[in-house]
């Protein structure tokens, strides 16, 4: 067990604090782990850092007028302008929310809630939705952001706090017009994106999928459910081989499995996923990719492929007979992807720091 220790402990080197504070608190048998206190309050700091912070950024904005296209990041979007991009602010923010719901003591708690105090009022949230009502903004970040914001709302609306109670009702306009588009696009969409970046279908159906339940909004959720099985249901034989593509954040065929695995009841999933994935499939995926160059921007997509692919792979797990080779193999590789990119969190380079935390701690809570 010390030799296990030891090796882990060097793996996580990276953080700042690694010393003397345990970042990790482990089981007695070393096969789980859970973020300690320290180490929740350095992954917060990531986002917290960057959230307030509007440049270098990405604006995917289709402008109109010469009025628009001169707006600055914080003025067309003053609740997520940092982080790079609107979707890695959001999920950003969805990270800090749910840190700090699993960890009340964290040391920067106050400056956490400055900063979403900041951020999350009505009259900032007003300008966000009014954004999605332009004639060409109403795609706008379809369907990854849309995912992340339901998300961000879930985690407030399932935390009984004061401060996320008004963050909750300030988000409220832009989660029902995110909802709305979202249900006048499904009927439409005859052809679901396979790719292993943003526009991944099954990845934003499984994410609103986990809201529409929480909130028990039936009618969305039979609209998430109706679109999942005429989009996967005939489905058979993941092309494995050709993952990944070299910008890939996401699994194709694993993000798949593990939206069906919500879709449909135990029997109807082992049915559809025998024909889905085999073992050698399986065996494949687990197989950690080579990030040449984390400078990239889209070359180290790859570090975040390990952590979808590891919370992919603990939830399709559950959903397998304790007996199932596949269970075994889905558990151990959800580990060891996990571990292998934990170190590249924090690489000292931006196109990193400022979204992977949050793939990072998703995929520490979809452990247990």
């Avoid at 950003?92 to 009022?121: C, D, F, Q």
């Amino acid at each position: 067990m010390k030799t296990k220790l030891f090796s882990f402990f060097l793996l996580l080197g990276f953080f700042a604090i690694a010393q003397p504070k345990q970042l990790l608190n482990f089981n007695k048998d070393s096969t789980q782990f859970f973020l300690s206190d320290e180490g929740a309050a350095y992954l917060a700091s990531l986002p917290l850092k960057c959230i307030l912070q509007p440049y270098p950024n990405k604006i995917n904005h289709t402008a109109i007028s010469d009025s628009d296209q001169v707006l600055t990041p914080i003025q067309q979007h003053p609740s997520f302008y940092g982080c790079f991009d609107w979707h890695s602010s959001v999920h950003g923010h969805w990270m800090l929310v749910e840190l700090l719901k699993k960890y009340p003591h964290l040391a920067n708690e106050a400056a956490i809630r400055k900063v979403l105090s900041t951020t999350l009022t009505a009259a900032n949230i007003q300008i966000e939705t009014n954004y999605f009502k332009g004639a060409l903004s109403r795609s706008f970040e379809r369907t990854y952001g849309w995912a992340w914001l339901l998300k961000l709302q879930e985690s407030l609306i399932t935390w009984n706090d004061p401060d996320a109670k008004k963050w909750s009702a300030a988000l409220n306009p832009l989660c029902d017009t995110v909802i709305n588009l979202w249900r006048v696009f499904l009927p439409k969409q005859t052809y679901p994106n396979r790719t292993g970046v943003h526009p991944n279908t099954a990845f934003g159906l499984s994410f609103a999928l986990d809201y529409a339940r929480t909130v028990h909004n039936t009618a969305f959720e039979q609209d998430l459910i109706k679109s999942a099985k005429q989009l996967y249901l005939k489905d058979k034989a993941a092309p494995t081989k050709w993952e990944p593509d070299g910008s890939d954040f996401f699994s194709a065929s694993l993000m798949e499995a593990d939206l069906m695995r919500k879709v449909l009841n135990k029997p109807a999933f082992m049915a559809w996923f025998n024909t889905w994935l085999t073992l050698k499939d399986l065996e494949h995926l687990s197989e950690v990719p080579k990030v040449s160059d984390r400078t990239d921007l889209q070359i180290v997509h790859l570090d975040g492929l390990c952590f979808s692919r590891s919370w992919c792979m603990a939830g399709i797990a559950k959903s397998l007979p304790a007996l199932d080779k596949r269970r075994t193999l889905l558990l151990k590789a959800s580990s060891k992807l996990l571990k292998a990119s934990l170190p590249n969190v924090v690489s000292g380079n931006y196109g990193g720091e400022h979204w992977l935390a949050s793939f990072a701690v998703y995929a520490i809570l979809e452990q247990h």
